[in-house]
């Protein structure tokens, strides 16, 4: 019985060498000192390019997406929020060991008051031209 099964293992094994190829396929990297990889900038366009020149000049967040500390919050001098459009939907954590978000609706001119009493305003920025940016 065991010779039988070793018998029957030992040619599948050798069936099983012979379907597969003998050549191996062997890569190696080489690094050449004169290839480089492109600068990002040059390789971009639109959008993408607009964002990358914008962070050379020393602007990290130039479509406004980064979160904003609440400033002093009052009705006199309210926290600024940032948009690139005359309205804009604003969450606010109104307390640190809150797990949900009250969310509202900013508009241009209008300070809005949070349910928690910190008021916000709302600054537009106009958005790049989508036929002048760059290429």
């Known amino acids: 019985m065991a010779s039988l099964l070793s018998r029957s293992v030992y040619q599948m094994s050798s069936t099983l060498t012979r379907c597969t190829s003998s050549r191996l396929v062997h890569l190696s990297a080489v690094r050449s000192a004169d290839q480089v990889m492109p600068d990002p900038v040059e390789h971009a366009t639109g959008l993408e390019k607009y964002e990358l020149l914008a962070k050379q000049a020393g602007n990290e967040d130039p479509f406004f997406l980064k979160a904003v500390a609440r400033a002093k919050g009052t009705k006199n001098e309210p926290t600024v929020i940032n948009a690139m459009d005359n309205h804009r939907m604003v969450g606010c954590v109104c307390a640190e060991e809150d797990t ?36």
């Open 100 to 135: 949900n978000i009250k969310w509202m609706w900013l508009c241009e001119g209008t300070p809005k008051r949070c349910e928690c009493g910190y008021w916000f305003e709302l600054k537009a920025h106009p958005a790049p031209d989508k036929y002048a940016l760059p290429l």
